[in-house]
């Protein structure tokens, strides 16, 4: 594949993901957190097959697309259903378990996938979630119990559903197209202006809506706007740090795929250790000391 096929391997799963991702909440807390969890599981295993069987790079980057769907469904199910089935006391190191086993995979993911590639092949990447799709099926069935949304009681807001998917994708593509192409382009400036202006109709559906899928009334607490600008910040620059540093040690100073992902272990070990106790921590003197410390330790990192 072209520079621009490769972009669109590894950012045609984020635009269906990001664009799909509330819906899958949604459909978690009317349908079944466990069965829509179950589901997205299962669609992304059956799109791996498609990916790692693709002929050529349009099919592959087609089933990436496909991938993506599974993804924003099983994504909101896992952090709910810890929610929903932890007791609070238990919640924090819970969560700071998710957490770091979320960071551990994204850290180790670089590391298998380069040994993958350099032992057998680049397909076996997608090959090898078939088994740990298995496995979680599995776990999911036999220890997870289901759970819904009680305060749901309406259809499904299909308006907003519809509105939130439009702006998600409109501005996800906007960012990963503008870079190449510019904002003068005829496609990115399209797709800005229908996820601007589905946005905006988006806030206005919902503030209307007797069943809105997001209720904007969240946002007034100021602890939990901060705690999602603060989630995003951080996300977003060790997302980046990931994917570029793996890029910078193979293509600027010639690592292998293998040697490229091990650079990444002592991150894995240190986020393994220390991210339960720091939601135990953070269940013992509250979320304000380290949400603020994290941050900054971040930053002096980067």
Same mark, same amino acid.
């Given at each position: 594949? *072209?520079?621009?096929?490769?972009?669109? @391997?590894?950012?045609?799963?984020?635009?269906?993901?990001?664009?799909?991702?509330?819906?899958?909440?949604?459909?978690? *807390?009317?349908?079944?957190?466990?069965?829509?969890?179950?589901?997205?599981? @299962?669609?992304?295993?059956?799109?791996?097959?498609?990916? %790692?069987?693709?002929?050529? /790079?349009? #099919?592959? #980057?087609?089933?990436?697309?496909?991938?993506?769907?599974?993804?924003?469904?099983?994504?909101?199910?896992?952090?709910?259903?810890?929610?929903?089935?932890?007791?609070?006391?238990?919640?924090?190191?819970? #969560?700071? %378990?998710?957490?770091?086993?979320?960071?551990? /995979?994204?850290?180790?993911?670089?590391?298998?996938?380069?040994?993958?590639?350099?032992?057998?092949?680049? !397909?076996?990447?997608?090959?090898?979630?078939?088994?740990?799709? %298995?496995?979680?099926?599995?776990?999911?069935? !036999?220890?997870?119990?289901?759970?819904?949304?009680?305060?749901? +009681?309406?259809?499904?807001?299909?308006?907003?559903?519809?509105?939130?998917?439009? %702006?998600?994708?409109?501005?996800?593509? +906007?960012?990963?197209?503008?870079?190449? *192409?510019?904002?003068?382009?005829?496609?990115?400036?399209? /797709?800005?202006?229908?996820?601007?202006?589905?946005?905006?109709?988006?806030?206005?559906?919902?503030?209307?809506?007797?069943?809105?899928?997001?209720?904007?009334?969240?946002? *007034?607490?100021?602890?939990?706007?901060?705690?999602?600008?603060?989630?995003?910040?951080?996300?977003?620059? =060790?997302?980046?740090?990931?994917?570029?540093?793996?890029?910078?040690?193979?293509?600027?100073?010639?690592?292998?795929?293998?040697?490229?992902?091990?650079?990444?272990?002592?991150?894995?070990?240190? =986020?393994?250790?220390?991210?339960? !106790?720091?939601?135990?921590?953070?269940?013992?003197?509250?979320?304000?000391?380290?949400?603020?410390?994290?941050? #900054?330790?971040?930053?002096?990192?980067?």
């Amino acid at each position: 594949a *072209d520079v621009a096929g490769l972009q669109w @391997i590894i950012n045609g799963y984020l635009l269906t993901l990001a664009a799909l991702i509330l819906l899958g909440g949604s459909l978690g *807390d009317r349908y079944g957190r466990r069965r829509i969890f179950n589901l997205g599981v @299962i669609w992304f295993a059956v799109a791996s097959v498609l990916c %790692a069987v693709a002929p050529n /790079a349009e #099919i592959l #980057i087609a089933a990436r697309v496909v991938q993506g769907i599974g993804g924003a469904l099983l994504t909101p199910g896992s952090l709910a259903i810890i929610e929903a089935t932890f007791q609070p006391d238990d919640r924090g190191r819970a #969560i700071g %378990a998710w957490s770091a086993l979320g960071g551990v /995979a994204a850290a180790i993911g670089p590391l298998l996938g380069g040994w993958l590639i350099e032992a057998v092949s680049w !397909r076996a990447i997608f090959f090898i979630n078939l088994p740990i799709a %298995a496995f979680v099926v599995w776990g999911a069935a !036999r220890h997870v119990p289901e759970t819904r949304d009680p305060t749901i +009681t309406g259809r499904l807001d299909f308006p907003g559903s519809a509105l939130a998917s439009l %702006a998600l994708a409109g501005l996800t593509f +906007t960012v990963i197209q503008a870079p190449e *192409d510019g904002l003068d382009s005829p496609l990115v400036l399209a /797709a800005l202006i229908v996820g601007l202006a589905s946005a905006v109709a988006f806030v206005f559906v919902e503030r209307r809506s007797p069943e809105p899928m997001l209720p904007l009334s969240i946002f *007034d607490s100021r602890q939990f706007s901060s705690a999602n600008v603060v989630t995003f910040v951080v996300y977003a620059a =060790m997302g980046g740090v990931f994917f570029f540093l793996v890029v910078f040690l193979q293509v600027s100073l010639g690592y292998s795929p293998i040697a490229a992902g091990a650079a990444s272990l002592p991150i894995t070990a240190l =986020m393994l250790a220390f991210s339960p !106790r720091a939601g135990a921590l953070a269940q013992r003197i509250g979320p304000r000391l380290p949400l603020t410390l994290g941050p #900054i330790g971040i930053a002096v990192g980067m």
